[in-house]
């Protein structure tokens, strides 16, 4: 029987292992935190799960947040474009999944290992995780795993961070509409987003600054909201106040608090395609997904999602393929998987430069026609059909067009065949 060895129990790792046991193909997670350790420390992301994602959680039986407060069902987008911004509300449809990984990860976990999964606890070199596998999967974007997978120039344009994140769970913040985020391009500065996000101290809210380095919003990046608390709030609220006013209003200065110290995410990430499988010491191969292989800015939230997408197709790939897992087999399987992965890349550093015309004028029928904004909030769910709609001026012609056409549909609201995104 085929053993399959994954390091990393992330969301990448722990969707391949549950789908592989799912397909009968023998598993064991190699992690470096057990469920409670995974449970404990300051959050590191806020990911919202999209539609796809939720729907393979449904398959694979792990799928437990169908409640409103795990749920963002409304957008609120801004765009400041001169003298008036540009403003328009959507629905997301269906709605993204919004919970702590804290809460997220241990769950994958304990059904894994209920469910039979082998689950080994502790660092160890990959050499010996290989030796007693046919495959080594690396799904932990880690510094010491990423050394395997160099990166790689032809798919990777940027060297440096394009955003340093401020991000945290805060109380005290109000929703104009229930169940909805807002969101604030800032071109020349980045972006400013609340995220109504299920912690694990309940309903929070994420107020997350994505600043341009240099740029007016950079300072939240070097705040320390440790060593002066009651600075750290003023500070963010002043940012707040000067690039997003409309939210300043919304926030009730006596309740604006961290939902607990420490609970705040900061630095700066840079967007890297690395080779997505290495020849490990003794002559096999290893495999890897998710942020271990692709480590995208946050700003489009796919990080995760593409790791499930990754994670179920490689699964199917595995389970049908059969062996040998030789060279030819990663080379293989490293390319379809990039078959979709590129359209996320591609999107997201898109997304990290200066607003091309033809996105400017796409918000500008968002904001007249809420069909428009209700399309292209909800091809967050499919970043094919997105980078489609992005990549150029052509794209964006007919993404109107068809809006403005075609009758909408059940899962692709635009009416365009949905992709398994
Ligand atoms: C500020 C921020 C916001 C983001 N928002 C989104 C979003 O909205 N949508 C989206 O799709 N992606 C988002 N991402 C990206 C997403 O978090 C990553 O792409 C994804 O988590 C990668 O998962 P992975 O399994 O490939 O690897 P990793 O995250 O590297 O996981 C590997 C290991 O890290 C540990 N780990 C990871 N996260 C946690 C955690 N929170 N708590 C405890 N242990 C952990 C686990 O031990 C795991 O073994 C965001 C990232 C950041 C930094």
């Not at 070199?125 to 997978?149: E, Q, Y």
């Not at 320390?224 to 963010?236: L, T």
């Not at 970043?383 to 990549?391: D, N, Q, R, Y």
């Amino acid at each position: 029987m085929t053993s399959v060895g994954i390091v990393g129990a992330g969301i990448s790792g722990l969707q391949l292992a549950l789908r592989l046991q799912q397909l009968g193909v023998h598993a064991t997670v190699h992690s470096g935190q057990d469920i409670d350790q995974l449970k404990a420390g300051r959050p590191r992301n806020f990911p919202a799960r999209f539609g796809p994602t939720q729907r393979r959680e449904r398959q694979l039986g792990v799928f437990d947040w169908d409640f409103a407060d795990a749920r963002v069902e409304h957008w609120a987008v801004t765009m400041r474009a001169g003298e008036s911004p540009l403003a328009f509300t959507a629905d997301l449809t269906p709605p993204s999944s919004v919970v702590d990984f804290r809460l997220y990860l241990p769950h994958l976990l304990a059904a894994f290992v209920d469910r039979g999964g082998d689950l080994v606890i502790g660092e160890r070199p990959i050499d010996d995780i290989a030796a007693h596998h046919d495959l080594v999967v690396v799904a932990n974007g880690s510094a010491s795993m990423r050394r395997l997978f160099p990166a790689d120039p032809a798919r990777s344009p940027h060297t440096t961070p394009q955003r340093v994140l401020c991000s945290g769970l805060y109380f005290g913040i109000d929703e104009a509409v229930p169940h909805s985020l807002d969101l604030h391009f800032l071109p020349g500065a980045g972006e400013i987003f609340r995220i109504p996000f299920y912690s694990p101290a309940g309903r929070a809210d994420v107020l997350a600054f994505e600043a341009i380095p240099g740029g007016p919003l950079e300072a939240a990046a070097h705040l320390d909201a440790d060593a002066d608390p009651g600075a750290f709030h003023r500070a963010v609220l002043h940012l707040v106040a000067e690039h997003a006013p409309a939210l300043r209003e919304r926030v009730d200065t006596k309740e604006f608090t961290l939902i607990a110290p420490g609970e705040l995410a900061q630095g700066g990430i840079t967007p890297v395609v690395r080779q997505g499988w290495a020849r490990l010491d003794d002559g096999r191969y290893a495999l890897a997904i998710g942020d271990a292989w692709i480590t995208n800015d946050p700003l489009t939230a796919q990080g995760a999602n593409l790791g499930s997408h990754s994670a179920f197709e490689l699964a199917e790939l595995i389970a049908t393929g059969g062996g040998p897992f030789d060279e030819r087999f990663c080379r293989t399987a490293s390319d379809r998987l990039w078959d979709h992965a590129r359209h996320v890349v591609d999107w997201s550093n898109a997304f990290l430069a200066e607003p091309p015309p033809h996105l400017t004028e796409l918000f500008q029928h968002a904001a007249q026609d809420k069909r428009v904004a209700d399309a292209f909030v909800s091809d967050f769910n499919d970043p094919v059909a997105m980078w489609e709609t992005l990549s150029g001026p052509e794209g964006t012609a007919s993404f109107l067009a068809r809006v403005r056409t075609e009758v909408p549909s059940h899962g692709s609201p635009h009416g365009v065949p949905g992709h398994d995104s």
